[in-house]
């Protein structure tokens, strides 16, 4: 018998490294078909399920976006395949959550399949943020956890939310540029323009050895000012007042595949493990 596991799991590996070529070469259909037959193979490796799920995902997006560029409305078959692949997607996630639930990046995975589709999906904000903390809970040193969960409540409009958790995350990396950038966007968009402008000051002196970087908050800068000098003028009374290099390019935390907003939206699966508690007391739990 272990003779027997041995030799399905290193088959398996073989027909997923393919996968993973075919997929370096965005050949969507036989990545699919390769994933497909990995998982038959050994189906007990919640890193195949976690790639099936984005390459789902992925075609998803795709088929969506084919029928956009063209200017057609989607087919009744399109639709059921765009269905069919979002199912896949969420169930590769769960699986992979549920082989493997300790795993912070298979909560990371499902909660990024759910976040592309909130609008889309009925209850994809609450399950995004369930599964956003259950990775947190598994990981709450990482300042990247609260900067995803801070970009879903950014991405719903709460914003003080959104503050709160960018601000967990400058907490545990204070030249962290990156979580003092989403904070600007946050509390700019919350209307604190002087605290946005303190925060994006602050973003540029820690990418000063970063040329790209810096063309790109001075762009965000010069475009706050002309807002503050617009709120100025509707409002006289406004008051309007040596670090490491960051090397991540700077970006408002946001969905990497987003899905449609749909009306009404399609029933979908929740989270197949019940999150954890978070010791970092990260709130609030929707």
Known sequence: MPVYFATRFFLSDITFQNALVAASK??????????????????????????????????????????????????????????????????????????????????????????????????ADKFTLLTSQQAIALDPNNPQQYIDFGGVYYQL?????????FEFAISLKNDYANAYYN????????????????AYQTVKNLVANNPGNVQKITADIDALKTKIGKAANENPTTNVSNTQQEQQPLSVNKSATQLPERKPPVEIPGPS?????????????P
Not at 183 to 198: P, Q, V
Not at 273 to 285: E, F, K, Q, R
């Open 183 to 198: 904070l600007g966007h946050a509390l700019e968009m919350k209307g604190d323009f002087t605290s946005a402008m303190t």
């Open 157 to 165: 409009g709460q914003y003080d939310d959104a503050i709160r958790q």
């Open 273 to 285: 493990v019940s999150p954890i508690p978070s010791p970092t007391g990260v709130s609030p739990t």
């Open 26 to 123: 965005n050949q969507g259909l036989q990545t699919y078909d390769l994933e497909v037959k990995a998982i038959n193979i050994f189906p007990y490796r919640d890193a195949y399920y976690r790639a099936f799920s984005q390459t789902n995902l992925t075609l998803a997006s795709l088929l969506v976006s084919q029928q956009k560029n063209t200017n057609n409305k989607l087919s009744e078959q399109v639709q059921k395949n765009i269905l069919t692949l979002i199912q896949q997607s969420i169930n590769g996630g769960r699986t992979a959550t549920t082989l493997a639930p300790l795993t912070t990046f298979n909560w990371n995975n499902l909660s990024s399949i759910y976040r592309s589709l909130i609008g889309f999906g009925q209850n």
